[in-house]
């Protein structure tokens, strides 16, 4: 299994990116997905979740009316569109796929619950 992901970069603050992770091995309609941002010294923190149905779970409250997630069923493919990117979006973002029943809701999504990450991708907001 393998979940590659793409997109990251250095943007401007006010700029826009679009993160993509596509799975092998896996068929990611059956799954939870989304992603995690981790800062240096820091563990992993939830940013935003679709579940198993395509319905959006957990959303982070800083980024919320920034940040959205969608799938494209037919690539296996899951993509978080970053805009209007502030400094403090500066993170290196992994995607995650989880068969945990409750592992994204609107309550959260936990690094904990997650079955299989993805390599990562560095994101920087700086002008």
């Known amino acids: 299994v393998q979940l590659q992901a793409s997109g990251g970069g250095l943007v401007q603050p006010g700029g826009s990116l679009r993160l993509s992770c596509t799975a092998s091995?896996?068929?990611?309609?059956?799954?939870?997905v989304g992603w995690f941002y981790q800062a240096p010294g820091k563990g992993r923190e939830g940013v935003i979740c679709?579940?198993?149905?395509?319905?959006?779970?957990f959303i982070r409250d800083s980024v919320k009316g920034r940040f959205t997630i969608s799938r494209d069923y037919a690539k296996n493919t899951v993509h978080l569109q970053m805009n209007n990117l502030k400094p403090e979006d500066t993170s290196f973002y992994f995607c995650?796929?989880?068969?945990?029943?409750?592992?994204?809701?609107?309550?959260?999504?936990?690094?904990?619950?997650?079955?299989?990450w993805g390599q990562g991708t560095q994101v920087t907001v700086s002008s």
């Open positions: 995650a796929a989880t068969r945990f029943t409750d592992g994204c809701s609107e309550y959260g999504w936990y690094d904990d619950d997650v079955d299989y």
């Open positions: 091995g896996i068929t990611l309609a059956d799954y939870h």
């Open positions: 679709s579940s198993r149905r395509g319905v959006n779970g």
